[in-house]
């Protein structure tokens, strides 16, 4: 059973490009989670998502950030007009449902995007 | 809002040895889970242990336990018998059961063990 995939692993962007984070849970997982991580920081909560549903996007940006998950096909995380400051690492995590019901999230390798 | 926060940026032991992080965290829940995950130069965030927040047993997984404390709010992790490979970032997490399923993580401890 592979774990959750993530690509690509390394994105550059220039400043005012899209950027576009793929991921896919692993088989059989229903739920995603996106997770930011700063330079030095701890992981951040971004959004949680089930197929066709946004749950709780209380983390996101407000502006230029937006996550999906279609019915078929990984969860992308969209990046639009980059900053510098997005520059940090992108986390997916999966579970097969609520991770609170005594199932774990499981994480990807992360993206490392940077923004020049 | 819940949060965390590990006190220690850093720390170091030499191998073989034991060493402990602490982790606190502040909730107004009574009923959560709590993490350690690992995050080696990788970056592949691993689960090292979990412990929920209603049983006063504490967890342990071979060479890792964990010290919780739940009035203090306290949740540290031991590493005993230290090794190179345990070299790596560990972040505590909080997880509110039956919520927004969001994992709420500390800025990290950067353990290094020494040959």
């Known amino acids: 059973n592979a774990g959750v995939m993530q690509n690509p692993r390394h994105l550059v962007r220039r400043r005012g490009q899209e950027a576009r984070l793929r991921c896919s849970p692993m088989?059989?997982?229903?739920?995603v989670y996106w997770y930011r991580q700063l330079p030095e920081e701890g992981l951040k909560f971004m959004v949680y998502?089930?197929?066709?549903?946004?749950?709780?996007e209380s983390g996101m940006p407000k502006e230029r950030f937006s996550a999906e998950f279609p019915k078929e096909g990984p969860s992308i995380l969209r990046i639009q007009q980059v900053v510098r400051g997005d520059s940090a690492a992108y986390f997916c995590?999966?579970?097969?449902?609520?991770?609170?019901?005594?199932?774990?999230?499981?994480f990807g390798p992360g993206t490392r995007l940077t923004v020049l | 809002a819940q949060t965390v926060t590990q006190s220690q940026p850093e720390m170091s032991v030499q191998e073989a040895e034991t060493v402990t992080l602490s982790c606190t965290y502040d909730?107004?829940?009574?009923?959560?889970?709590l993490f350690w995950y690992k995050q080696p130069p990788s970056r592949q965030m691993i689960l090292v242990i979990r412990?929920?927040?209603?049983?006063?047993q504490n967890a342990t997984e071979n060479r890792f336990s964990v010290n919780f404390q739940k009035a203090a709010k306290s949740f540290s992790l031991k590493i005993s018998d230290s090794q190179l490979g345990d070299t790596a970032m560990y972040f505590c997490?909080?997880?509110?059961?039956?919520?927004?399923?969001?994992?709420?993580f500390g800025k990290g401890t950067k353990l290094t063990v020494n040959p």
């Open positions: 995590a999966s579970s097969p449902w609520l991770a609170g019901l005594n199932n774990e999230q499981f």
């Open positions: 088989k059989g997982h229903s739920h």
């Open positions: 998502l089930q197929k066709e549903n946004i749950i709780d």
């Open positions: 909730t107004s829940e009574s009923n959560y889970y």
């Open positions: 412990q929920e927040a209603y049983k006063q």
């Open positions: 997490a909080f997880l509110k059961q039956g919520g927004s399923e969001k994992l709420v």
